[in-house]
């Protein structure tokens, strides 16, 4: 079996991505899953364990620890034993609080990551079961349906699915995916079913490079940095005292041991003894007040980096804005009014359907008054792809008619009764909103007895609106003396609308505009800029 890549999947067919894995559409045996789970690991980032007491002990080992350490030595040596048991005390405690808090942080996600165990329906020995997601392997076929989380990197072997990838690329908006294409590990199923086959688990996938990046990343304690220059100023001052000192006793006949203590005692003064444990403590207390308010900290450091930063850089979908699909605005066309779009549009959907853009657009239409119990739905074709759109006889009391919505351009097509001049204002407008970012739907519905002459009726544009905090939040962040930046895998037109909505400033540029400049172009760039995309 060779393994490669998940986009190197993408460039080769599924019969040949079935040889490369040693497979088949009819999954695995039982028997083959447990060899490969023994030659390749079970499908999870692994995590260093480390033995609580080499975890405790190690605490004792570091740049503050080794200045009292050295304060400990130097008090040993001039026989002043009572100050060598208070700054081991005072150690101790600064090591113990660390420790216990890292130790209760640690259970804690333990428990979360128990809670939000995956699941997959997995083919083995030619049946469906139910499998842990750790017990998938390359090679293995399972299903994907609505509301699952998608256990691996896979490749579709038949169906079609609407996939939320937001938490991994940014990308606010559902993508489609069908035979053939790639779904990446922890991204949502939205809509639809097919039938996969794993291509790569656990540090492999797409997800598990992220996470390997995030445990190799060793930041720098602001904490040691600041408590070092401190105690390194502190020397300089203690050793030019010492040398005032001697010269002092030499012109005065003082004895030698006396000139020692007095060196000694500025060498040690020189160490902040106290300020480590008192800093952990008020860190351990400010971790506490933030369990309250519903954040981890899952390091004590975090608190006192997150106090010392100028830079502020925010992920867009889901922290700037909601990751929730809204209709942000309602364009009629032709003498009908919005709620008459809200409402046709409503009735080319399906509630049953489960699909995020129907449901928006029934919600969005119920918020306007609309009462979808006037209407009866004969008969309704879900949106598909190939077609890109969406429709649905529809009766009441008075008539019969067909709606739909979709695509703008494959709604303005089916309008045949529409001029020139009206195509181009349509199209004008959208655009216009396209170019802000905007998802367009187009919508229409047929006119008289005829049930595939259509009328175009509107306009609906659809985006991720930001949260109604984001605002206030950016704005209190800057008046605190932060920069901060937006960071989005989004097109560059919505994040600068959404940007510019946050009050971060709309100077965002993608990461390929730095690519041709000079190092010093490209640190221009980045200071001058609010955001990338």
Request: aromatic residues 6%; negative net charge; hydrophobic residues 45%.
């Amino acid at each position: 079996m060779k393994l490669i890549g998940t986009s190197e999947y993408k460039e080769i067919s599924l019969e040949e991505t079935l040889r490369l894995l040693e497979t088949s559409t009819e999954g695995l045996t039982e028997f083959e899953a447990k060899n490969r789970i023994a030659r390749l690991g079970e499908n999870k980032i692994t995590e260093e364990k480390r033995n609580p007491l080499i975890e405790f002990f190690s605490r004792y080992w570091g740049p503050m620890p080794w200045l009292l350490e050295l304060a400990m030595a130097l008090s040993f040596i001039l026989g002043h034993y009572l100050e060598v048991i208070i700054i081991f005390v005072l150690l101790t405690i600064n090591v113990t609080i660390g420790f216990l808090h890292a130790r209760s942080s640690q259970k804690a996600l333990e428990f979360l990551k128990k809670r939000l165990a995956i699941k997959a329906k997995v083919l083995r020995d030619e049946k469906w079961v139910i499998k842990d997601a750790a017990k998938i392997v390359p090679g293995d076929v399972f299903v994907a349906g609505l509301g699952d989380v998608v256990p691996a990197d896979a490749k579709i072997v038949s169906g079609e699915l609407s996939v939320d990838q937001s938490s991994l690329t940014g990308e606010s908006l559902p993508v489609n995916v069908r035979q053939s294409d790639i779904i990446f590990s922890s991204s949502t199923v939205i809509r639809g079913e097919a039938k996969c086959v794993t291509v790569n688990t656990g540090a492999t996938t797409y997800f598990g490079k992220t996470a390997e990046l995030v445990k190799i990343a060793k930041p720098k304690s602001h904490q040691e940095e600041i408590m070092i220059a401190i105690t390194k100023y502190m020397m300089y001052f203690g050793i030019a005292a010492t040398a005032l000192v001697s010269v002092y006793a030499v012109l005065t006949n003082i004895d030698i041991l006396s000139i020692l203590t007095f060196a000694a005692i500025f060498l040690i003064g020189a160490v902040p003894v106290a300020l480590p444990a008192v800093l952990t403590i008020v860190q351990a207390v400010g971790a506490m007040e933030l369990a309250k308010k519903k954040a981890l900290v899952t390091r004590l450091d975090s608190i006192e980096d997150a106090a010392s930063m100028d830079i502020l850089c925010l992920d867009k979908t889901g922290t700037i804005t909601q990751n929730k699909l809204s209709i942000v605005d309602i364009i009629p066309f032709f003498g009908y009014k919005k709620d008459d779009v809200a409402i046709i549009a409503g009735l080319a959907s399906k509630e049953e359907s489960k699909d995020l853009i129907d449901l928006t657009v029934i919600e969005y239409a119920k918020a306007l008054g609309a009462d979808f119990n006037l209407y009866k739905q004969v008969s309704f074709t879900p949106f598909n792809p190939s077609i890109k759109r969406s429709e649905a006889i529809v009766e009441n009391e008075r008539e019969r008619f067909k709606a739909v919505k979709g695509s703008p351009q494959i709604v303005i097509s089916i309008c045949k009764g529409m001029d020139e001049e009206s195509r181009d204002g349509v199209n004008k407008v959208v655009e216009e909103l396209s170019e802000k970012g905007y998802r367009m739907l187009a919508v229409a519905r047929s006119e008289g007895d005829d049930l595939d002459t259509f009328q175009f009726v509107g306009l609906l544009s659809l985006a991720d609106p930001i949260r109604l905090d984001s605002k206030s939040m950016v704005e209190e962040a800057k008046e605190l003396g932060l920069k901060v930046m937006m960071l989005t895998g989004d097109n560059i037109n919505i994040a600068k609308e959404i940007a510019r909505q946050a009050s971060i400033g709309d100077k965002v540029i993608r990461m390929i505009d730095l690519k041709d400049l000079s190092e010093a172009e490209q640190t221009r760039a980045i200071e001058e800029c609010d955001g990338f995309a």
